[in-house]
């Protein structure tokens, strides 16, 4: 039973243009996501998150949207470059003063075709 | 700051071997957590330490799996005896604030192959 999904396994952009990362759950307990970036033979880097009391998060070229009526989060790459070719992990977890565990979806490969 | 380390960074062993993976977190970081990857599929929680303490250890699959974090410094994690279904990549993150929701660093990993 996958409480996190991504149902893109692959992505591929063009170098300059928009990135769109799909991620939708299942758990209406979950009010806290990140999205991870992974380079191959390396772990999962933090890249941003947001609380469920939020739509959007901005860092820099990276943001995220929640559309917690949907059960629907979205990372947006903007613009896109060589660089962001990784797998993007969603993941989502339940507020649990400091003890909570991380539940992902199966990870999006994005490759950046310069 | 040095990262999170792991080793070996890849492993072989035959069915019914022993194996133990090690983990070093960020120094300071009471937070200790063990992941694990299966053939491209989601990367899955399997336990949580606080110090030396086990917090959760609600996603370890069966009592083959062994935790342990001495003096609630470094982890180990023991597989005895392993089996072909245990082959994966397994992480290792840590983080000093209170869990999850702060983005912790996850180490590279260890490959592990079960044949």
């Known amino acids: 039973d996958q409480q996190v999904k991504q149902n893109s396994p692959s992505l591929s952009v063009q170098e300059g243009r928009i990135s769109i990362l799909n991620c939708d759950y299942t758990n209406s307990m979950f009010d806290y996501f990140l999205w991870y970036k992974k380079y191959p033979a390396e772990g999962p880097t933090f890249l941003i998150s947001i609380s469920s009391i939020k739509d959007k998060n901005e860092d820099g070229r990276f943001t995220v949207f929640l559309n917690k009526s949907a059960k629907h989060l979205s990372l947006h790459i903007v613009p896109s470059q060589p660089g962001d070719s990784a797998v993007y992990f969603c993941?989502?977890?339940?507020?649990?003063?400091?003890?909570?565990?991380?539940?992902f979806g199966t990870g999006t490969r994005l490759t950046i075709i310069p | 700051e040095a990262g999170v380390t792991q080793f070996p960074s890849h492993s072989v062993i035959e069915k019914g071997q022993t194996v133990t993976l090690r983990c070093d977190p960020i120094s300071g970081h009471d937070n200790l957590y063990w992941y694990r990857r299966v053939m491209g599929k989601e990367i899955k929680f399997l336990l949580h330490f606080v110090k030396e303490s086990k917090q959760d250890e609600s996603g370890m699959p069966n009592n083959r799996f062994l935790a342990e974090r001495t003096g609630g410094t470094y982890s180990t994690l023991k597989v005895q005896p392993a089996e072909l279904e245990d082959s994966g990549v397994y992480f290792c993150?840590?983080?000093?604030?209170?869990?999850?929701?702060?983005?912790?660093?996850f180490g590279s990993g260890t490959r592990l192959t079960v044949v």
């Open positions: 993941a989502a977890s339940v507020t649990n003063f400091g003890n909570e565990k991380l539940t």
């Open positions: 993150a840590s983080s000093r604030l209170g869990g999850a929701n702060y983005g912790y660093t």
